[in-house]
């Protein structure tokens, strides 16, 4: 066959035999890794490596282990710095020296180079400063490992169950994505039950062989998706909420039926809060927070005029935030469904995983721009799911923005309770109990970031119930 066969992320058992590949075989996270044999390709990789034929056709990919029968050594790290495209020249890589010349390849299929983005480099051991292929990976791969060959890549995602064991030992799929439990793993039901549908966080080790390991499996919450019933509130709908930014364009003479934001479509009813009514005309900047509803349509819970562009890069964009319902089959390029809606990554895209890796139920922040009716992605960056962070608090409102914290450069800080908060466009902020203005006593859901700074998953106004007293009685 001419071109390459690639097999990512099956599950159930895969057989690959007596195949003859003009370009390469390469198979990646699978679970478990194909079996075969009896291939020739123009290279081997990954957990196809072993498939060859007994004369040793093709040119064994080896993997991170350094091993292979045509002795192929990959390695994983991030860009220090590289040259120009085409790409031919000096390349650093995790500090370490490559020289690129016109017999490497170069695959870009999770990113554009770029420095700081984590790639895979293959080389002979033979000629360890001479790069056969440079590809961009997924970030996790490049966290946890030192350089070490026995390094195991260190991960975590948010993400929709769709198959797992009964007793939950044994092979999960969560995300798009198959994960080994055992009698190690920790699992955290929260008082509920997994279940097919939930949403999970998963912390996991891969290996050199590509196989995920899970060392924890967190319940967060269910598939409890609007179903069409107007009176759900904001917020109780989780994993199917979000929040837009961006400029109206259309909407009825009237109050009640289609509203294009961000050229994006939003149905308001009668149950929609309007703030500012007199100023949401075409053409003003707006915020809209939505629902998803179970035939894909978006129903706007409230509008507001505002100042704020949710923090785009550039001002011809939009902002979208929601949760990922379909990703490109292999790598990142391609067709995106978000919040009921395709979105193109390209070339041109910027993709960043601080907070987990990209899966189907992925709580992302997405900016894009319209052009010829495709949603084209500037950029998108996965966010902790409001209501899943670590920490729940309870405090009033001291004061509202501030300077940007570092772990959060497009955030503002929101003083509650004692505490800085950096509150971002991906942070849910709920005022059903009442605004949220200096004094008011909210809830919030957070967790710490890495340069120990707490970042707002959810920012919810806090109703205080009153108390009843009763006598007691006496015998």
């Not at 390849?105 to 056969?132: D, N, R, S």
């Not at 890549?153 to 969560?174: I, K």
């Not at 919450?221 to 069409?228: H, N, R």
């Amino acid at each position: 066959m001419g071109g390459n066969l690639q097999a990512f992320k099956n599950s159930g058992g895969l057989a690959i035999n007596d195949n003859t590949i003009d370009g390469n075989l390469q198979c990646k996270e699978n679970n478990p890794a194909p079996a075969g044999s009896g291939n020739q390709a123009a290279s081997l990789e990954d957990q196809c490596a072993g498939l060859g034929s007994e004369d040793g056709g093709g040119d064994d990919g080896g993997g991170d282990d350094g091993g292979g029968d045509g002795d192929d050594v990959k390695r994983y790290g991030r860009i220090t710095s590289f040259p120009p495209a085409p790409y031919t020249g000096a390349w650093v890589i995790n500090g370490v020296s490559y020289t690129a010349d016109g017999s490497t390849q170069f695959e870009q299929a999770y990113g554009a180079f770029a420095e700081g983005i984590c790639v895979e480099v293959e080389f002979a051991a033979a000629t360890p400063t001479l790069a056969k292929k440079i590809e961009t990976e997924e970030d996790y791969k490049c966290s946890g490992r030192t350089g070490d060959d026995d390094d195991d890549a260190e991960g975590e995602l948010y993400g929709v169950v769709t198959e797992f064991p009964v007793g939950l030992v044994g092979t999960w799929v969560v995300g798009g994505k198959s994960f080994e439990a055992t009698a190690q793993t920790e699992f955290d039901d929260k008082g509920g039950t997994f279940a097919k549908g939930v949403t999970v966080k998963v912390e996991f080790t891969t290996d050199s062989a590509g196989v995920n390991r899970a060392k924890e499996i967190e319940l967060k919450y269910g598939d409890d998706g609007d179903d069409d019933d107007d009176d759900d509130e904001y917020g109780d709908a989780p994993g199917a909420e979000g929040q837009a930014y961006g400029l109206l364009e259309s909407r009825p003479a009237e109050r009640n039926g289609e509203w294009v934001i961000g050229g994006i479509a939003y149905l308001v009813d009668d149950g929609t809060e309007l703030d500012d009514a007199a100023e949401l005309v075409v053409g003003a900047r707006v915020k809209v927070e939505y629902t998803v509803r179970s035939d894909g349509t978006r129903r706007a819970h409230e509008i507001e005029a505002t100042d704020d562009d949710g923090e785009v890069d550039d001002d011809a964009n939009s902002k979208l935030v929601g949760f990922v319902q379909q990703m490109p089959a292999a790598g990142f390029m391609g067709i995106w469904k978000i919040a009921g809606l395709e979105f193109e990554a390209g070339p041109g895209t910027k993709f960043e995983q601080e907070y987990g890796a990209f899966a189907v139920g992925s709580y992302v922040e997405v900016e894009y721009r319209m052009e010829g009716g495709t949603r084209r992605i500037y950029k998108i960056e996965t966010h902790v799911p409001p209501g899943a962070g670590t920490d729940d608090d309870l405090g009033k409102i001291e004061s509202i923005g501030g300077q940007a914290a570092a772990a959060a450069p497009n955030a503002t800080v929101w003083q509650i309770g004692g505490t800085a908060y950096s509150v971002t466009p991906a942070t849910q902020l709920l005022d059903r109990g009442g605004p949220l203005a200096v004094g008011a006593q909210v809830m919030v859901n957070s967790f710490t970031a890495s340069d120990s700074s707490r970042v707002a998953t959810r920012i919810q106004a806090y109703l205080e119930v009153g108390r009843v007293y009763l006598p007691m009685l006496q015998e």
